[in-house]
């Protein structure tokens, strides 16, 4: 079991920025990629970016450039730098742990870009 728990939504104007935490606990050496996902209202759950244990990185093409997923050497906390906000940002975003042959979401944190 992994549980997660997300940290640091909030509201921002458009062209602020926000940093997101996940922390992992629990059996945190059976995970293998760890990612985060959006929701926005009417909309379908969507992958943001997500990070492997070798610190391999992938990203959804509308935020390349402006977020950036790193972790801490522990793989304890997955965080996800945002810049450059825009409006259309505006979602719930979820923490992702992958092990096999599980995953685990955390609660959600929302996040908020308007002026």
């Known amino acids: 079991q992994v549980q997660l728990v997300e940290s640091g939504g909030g509201t921002v104007q458009p062209g602020g920025s926000l940093r997101l935490s996940c922390a992992a606990s629990?059996?945190?050496?059976?995970?293998?990629?760890m990612g985060w996902y959006r929701q926005a209202p009417g909309k379908e759950r969507e992958l943001v970016g997500s990070?492997?244990?070798?610190?391999?990185?992938v990203y959804a093409d509308s935020v390349k450039g402006r977020f950036t997923i790193s972790r801490d050497n522990a793989w304890t906390t997955v965080y996800l730098q945002m810049n450059s906000l825009k409006p259309e940002d505006t979602a719930v975003y979820y923490c992702?742990?992958?092990?096999?042959?599980?995953?685990?979401w955390g609660q959600g944190t929302q996040v908020t870009v308007s002026s």
């Open positions: 990070i492997t244990r070798v610190g391999i990185t």
């Open positions: 629990g059996s945190i050496f059976s995970i293998n990629t």
């Open positions: 992702l742990a992958r092990t096999i042959p599980n995953s685990y």
